[in-house]
């Protein structure tokens, strides 16, 4: 671990990594992370393909090791806690995630998208899920462009729309952090946008922590930013120093625009 | 409350688990048993004799001392009928095969492709009542004389005839799996095409077309429908094409419901052959060419 | 695509005989004889329609469309007139079709589900290619060892259980020593596994990884996430598999022939001996005369009818799902 990271040892944040490698099979993918996600902010982790951004998030809501030969090791505390000595159902569950290329279930109506989640943690009430569901929608941008549809199959949806039904259908489970892996990259600059606004909402409740590979994104949205370059953490500051004044060369190096 | 209903949720998770593991066991109970009766119950009808002697009568041992016999007559039935459809299905399949896949992006080809595989799902009885009729018809029409519509012949033309759609079929899959960039090389040499489809094509994807006319004839060993309605089944070998003749799965089923001691196990004795044969068939196909898998091949038959 | 190449230029080779579209002599040669059998292989079938259609109108003219729902069969005999009805024959294959179905196709989802999501890798193929072997034994074999095995296992255990436990009811009542539709069912349900769960497996396996992510991540238990993500986004495919193993199991005869009691007779007792379609045509083939072949190939072209339909139906369903496939996430 280098120097450059004046938040990685406060250690209090919501979720903190410690030590946190992963490898798939005998290929390590990331390597010793030491972070920590403050909670009710935005933290982006930007760095060239093949940094380990995407399988660092993977392993915060334990869906990395949903791939077969996978292994994970060292620590992820969420309020204290190792997620690794809990259940990863529960875990999952309090960690959501919203994946690169929208994924709603496409034999679900944009109802039972959302409703989704609910009803497989035994909620039957009908108005209790109702309101739930509004409440996501909303909380997602998209509640008045789809409130007179919300019997419509998920997937005639707008790309963009679809992305904010999946945001909905993980928030309506109530997580405490929001996992976000390059949620705009399929997207076009105007539904890129929403995407954005919306996370500026978002972190007013949760944690959120946002995979991108569009350094101007991470300008935009973040609080704070984790740079990685080949399975390590480079550099972990505000937002402001690490894009103004960043403190390791190869920080410097890809945000001007010299490789990745 | 939620703990209890988290517990719950988690144990339903690993019992349905499990449930699968049991649905495996379940469909491998049955092979396993297959396997196991066909060994103890036909081994002991196999010998040389086995191979060479006719068929016996049908005979009650607590009151007449009974011949063994053996299967010579099925055996060479089988074979015979199995080469004749053979020498016919498997060229003839493999070149529409060729056909399907080469010419596959036009439309009608598409249609063309769809039927053979409807045709490849029909019931092999219904291929039997084809043949019988058609024989029946022809001869009625004078086309041959009526010694020919229940005859090692038609035999033949009934396994041709389910063999054909199958052999067509898996040499289609198997041609479509060469990678168009090696046909495309052979074009870009100068090659006529249809030369770069036999040397080029043909020959890359010629292990999954052998395999897959392999598979038809395994399969066409065990039909039994098909020359249940167009043979007579004899006791003898084979004389000649328009006459009676024996075969292995017919011997099967007659010899097995029959109820005479030395007619049955002689049954299980050819069951053990056939079972034998189809999964050194089977494993050969497996190991050579791994993806033209049974699917297309084998199953369904009567 | 059917024109060659670059011409081959250059003296070493003579260039090729073309004809106004640029295709060489020898191409269209290549494109004739080949697709000459291919049409062959498809004239085929419409030879067999056509002749099974014909050779059935003997019976059509004489008791029309009602053979469907007659329910006596009695050939010239000298007294009674000849009588065909098919009624019988059509409620076996559907009583023994579904009870395969019902039975096999629980069996067949939790193999294809064992296979794609639980089983560890290194079992999968070996595992999977013992499955389909299930689908090497002829019909005649699972019909020897039906006769030798299963018929007295349920003539001595299954049946006298069920009939002491649901005699009651009309379904188990009465007894055969277990050559009935009950043994037939189960044995078309062991046949028509390899099939449905090929199939199964394949329509699992399209299901993209992270629809089963994104159940997960909501906090689904791993059977919750198979059950709610992966079997509906497949489930076009499985039912394009049921109803191939459908037609499957209208179709089998041998294995059916020797388990289901061939009796003539509709009783709605599972435990009751009964016919199929294609175990009575079997069965009475050889000693048929005139009328009753013609009888006889109306109902194979009954059958025929019913195996194009699935056919037809399972095929369409399987092209359907390269334009359903892409809909989601896009």
Same mark, same amino acid.
Request: glycine share 8%; charged share 15%.
């Given at each position: 671990m280098t120097e450059g990271n004046s938040l990685e040892s406060s250690g209090t944040g919501k979720l903190v990594t410690q030590d946190l490698s992963a490898y798939y099979g005998a290929k390590r993918a990331i390597e010793s992370v030491n972070i920590s996600f403050p909670d009710k902010s935005v933290t982006a982790i930007i760095g060239p393909s093949g940094c380990g951004k995407s399988t660092l998030i993977r392993c915060l809501n334990r869906i990395h090791e949903t791939t077969p030969k996978t292994r994970v090791e060292g620590h992820v505390l969420l309020d204290?806690?190792?997620?690794?000595?809990?259940?990863?159902?529960?875990?999952?569950?309090?960690?959501?995630?919203?994946?690169?290329?929208?994924?709603?279930?496409? #034999?679900?109506?944009?109802?039972?998208?959302?409703?989704?989640?609910?009803?497989?943690?035994?909620?039957?009430?009908?108005?209790?899920?109702?309101?739930?569901?509004?409440?996501? %929608?909303?909380?997602?941008?998209?509640?008045?462009?789809?409130?007179?549809?919300?019997d419509q199959p998920g997937i005639r949806l707008s790309g963009g729309q679809q992305q904010r039904l999946c945001i909905a259908r993980a928030l309506a489970v109530e997580p405490e952090v929001i996992l976000m892996d390059e949620p705009a990259s399929a997207l076009d600059p105007i539904a890129t946008a929403k995407i954005e606004d919306l996370v500026f909402d978002l972190k007013k409740q949760y944690a959120v922590i946002i995979?991108?590979?569009?350094?101007?994104?991470?300008?935009?949205?973040?609080?704070?930013?984790? $740079?990685?370059?080949?399975?390590?953490?480079?550099?972990?500051?505000?937002?402001?120093?690490? $894009?103004?004044?960043?403190?390791?060369?190869? *920080?410097?190096?890809?945000?001007?625009?010299? $490789?990745? | 409350m939620k703990f209890d209903r988290a517990t719950r949720r988690r144990w339903k998770s690993h019992l349905m688990?499990?449930?699968?593991?049991?649905?495996?066991?379940?469909?491998?109970?049955?092979?396993?048993?297959?396997?196991?009766?066909? +060994?103890?119950?036909?081994?002991?009808?196999?010998n040389a004799d086995f191979f060479t002697q006719n068929l016996p009568p049908p005979c009650n041992p607590s009151v007449e001392s009974c011949v063994t016999g053996g299967i010579w007559p099925a055996l060479q039935g089988s074979l015979i009928m199995l080469g004749i459809a053979a020498a016919f299905a498997i060229p003839v399949g493999m070149m529409a095969g060729v056909f399907l896949s080469q010419y596959g992006h036009l439309k009608t080809v598409q249609s063309m492709r769809f039927f053979v595989d409807v045709m490849t799902g029909i019931p092999s009885i219904v291929v039997g009542i084809f043949v019988y009729a058609l024989f029946l018809d022809l001869a009625q029409a004078g086309v041959f004389n009526t010694s020919w519509v229940l005859?090692?012949?038609?035999?033949?033309?009934?396994?041709?005839?389910?063999?054909?759609?199958?052999?067509?079929?898996?040499?289609?899959?198997?041609?479509?799996?060469?990678?168009? @960039?090696?046909?495309?090389?052979?074009?870009?040499?100068?090659?006529?095409?249809?030369?770069?489809?036999?040397?080029?094509?043909?020959?890359?994807?010629?292990?999954?077309?052998? @395999?897959?006319?392999?598979?038809? #004839?395994?399969?066409?060993?065990?039909?039994?429908?098909?020359?249940?309605?167009?043979?007579?089944? *004899?006791?003898?070998p084979a004389q000649n094409l328009n006459g009676p003749i024996a075969s292995l799965p017919v011997l099967i089923f007659q010899f097995g419901t029959g109820g005479f001691p030395n007619q049955v196990s002689l049954a299980w004795g050819a069951t053990l052959l056939i079972v034998g044969?189809?999964?050194?068939?089977?494993? +050969?196909?497996?190991?050579?060419?791994?993806v033209v898998g049974s699917r297309a091949g084998l199953g369904g038959g009567g | 695509m059917e024109s060659p190449g670059p011409i081959?230029?250059?003296?070493?080779?003579?260039?090729?005989?073309?004809?106004?579209?640029?295709?060489?002599?020898?191409? =269209?040669?290549?494109?004739?004889?080949?697709?000459?059998?291919?049409?062959?292989?498809?004239?085929? %079938?419409?030879?067999?329609? +056509?002749?099974?259609?014909?050779?059935?109108?003997?019976t059509l003219r004489v008791f029309g469309l009602p053979f469907l729902w007659g329910t006596s069969w009695v050939p010239p005999n000298g007294i009674t007139p000849q009588l065909y009805g098919a009624l019988p024959f059509i409620y076996g294959t559907l009583v023994t079709s579904a009870l395969a179905l019902l039975i096999g196709v629980p069996i067949s989802i939790g193999i294809a589900i064992f296979l794609v999501e639980l089983s560890p890798g290194w079992l999968r193929e070996p595992l999977g290619f013992v499955v389909e072997l299930l689908a090497a034994v002829p019909s005649v074999v699972y019909g020897l060892w039906g006769i030798f095995v299963l018929v007295p296992f349920m003539g001595s255990t299954v049946d006298p259980a069920l009939g002491s436990a649901l005699g009651w009811t009309p379904l188990f009542s009465g007894s055969s020593q277990g050559y009935n539709m009950l043994t037939a069912g189960v044995i078309l349900a062991i046949m028509i596994i390899p099939t449905v769960s090929s199939i199964t497996r394949d329509a699992l396996k399209s299901v993209p990884q992270s629809q089963r992510e994104a159940a997960l991540s909501l906090g689904a238990t791993n059977w919750e996430a198979t059950r709610v993500s992966v079997l509906t986004y497949a489930r076009t495919g499985i039912f394009g598999a049921i109803i191939l193993g459908l037609g499957r199991a209208?179709?089998? *005869?041998?294995?059916?022939?020797? #388990?289901?009691? =061939?009796?003539?007779?509709?009783?709605?007792?599972?435990?009751?001996?009964?016919?199929?379609?294609?175990?009575?045509?079997?069965?009475? $083939?050889?000693?048929?005369?005139?009328?009753?072949?013609?009888?006889? %190939?109306?109902?194979?072209?009954?059958?025929?009818?019913?195996?194009?339909? #699935?056919?037809?139906?399972?095929?369409?369903?399987?092209?359907?799902?390269?334009?359903?496939?892409?809909?989601?996430?896009?």
């Open positions: 204290g806690q190792d997620i690794y000595e809990q259940d990863a159902v529960s875990v999952r569950r309090r960690v959501g995630m919203v994946f690169q290329k929208p994924n709603p279930f496409p #034999t679900m109506s944009i109802y039972d998208n959302v409703a989704a989640g609910l009803r497989l943690n035994g909620l039957r009430d009908r108005k209790e899920i109702d309101r739930r569901i509004i409440q996501s %929608l909303k909380g997602a941008a998209l509640w008045d462009e789809v409130k007179e549809i919300l995979v991108t590979h569009n350094m101007q994104q991470a300008a935009r949205v973040a609080d704070q930013t984790a $740079f990685m370059y080949l399975g390590k953490l480079i550099e972990f500051n505000d937002t402001k120093e690490i $894009f103004e004044r960043p403190r390791e060369k190869l *920080t410097e190096s890809y945000i001007t625009g010299r $490789f990745g | 688990a499990f449930l699968c593991l049991g649905c495996v066991a379940i469909a491998l109970y049955p092979l396993a048993s297959i396997l196991y009766t066909s +060994v103890v119950r036909g081994a002991q009808a196999i005859s090692a012949l038609a035999g033949s033309t009934a396994l041709a005839i389910v063999m054909l759609p199958i052999v067509a079929r898996t040499t289609d899959e198997s041609l479509r799996l060469v990678p168009p @960039t090696l046909a495309e090389a052979g074009l870009a040499l100068g090659i006529r095409r249809w030369r770069v489809t036999l040397s080029v094509v043909l020959s890359t994807g010629r292990t999954a077309v052998i @395999t897959g006319a392999l598979l038809a #004839t395994a399969r066409a060993l065990g039909e039994t429908a098909p020359i249940l309605l167009t043979t007579h089944f *004899t006791t003898f044969i189809m999964l050194l068939i089977s494993i +050969v196909a497996r190991v050579a060419a791994g | 081959a230029q250059g003296t070493a080779a003579p260039a090729p005989q073309r004809d106004a579209s640029g295709r060489a002599l020898g191409d =269209n040669l290549f494109l004739g004889i080949t697709g000459a059998t291919a049409a062959f292989i498809n004239l085929t %079938l419409l030879l067999i329609i +056509v002749i099974l259609a014909d050779d059935s109108l003997p209208t179709g089998e *005869t041998m294995a059916v022939t020797m #388990t289901i009691g =061939n009796g003539n007779f509709i009783h709605t007792s599972l435990l009751s001996s009964a016919q199929s379609i294609a175990s009575f045509i079997a069965n009475n $083939f050889a000693e048929a005369g005139y009328l009753e072949r013609s009888a006889l %190939l109306e109902l194979g072209l009954v059958l025929l009818g019913i195996s194009i339909l #699935t056919n037809v139906v399972a095929r369409v369903l399987f092209r359907s799902l390269t334009g359903a496939g892409e809909e989601a996430g896009s």
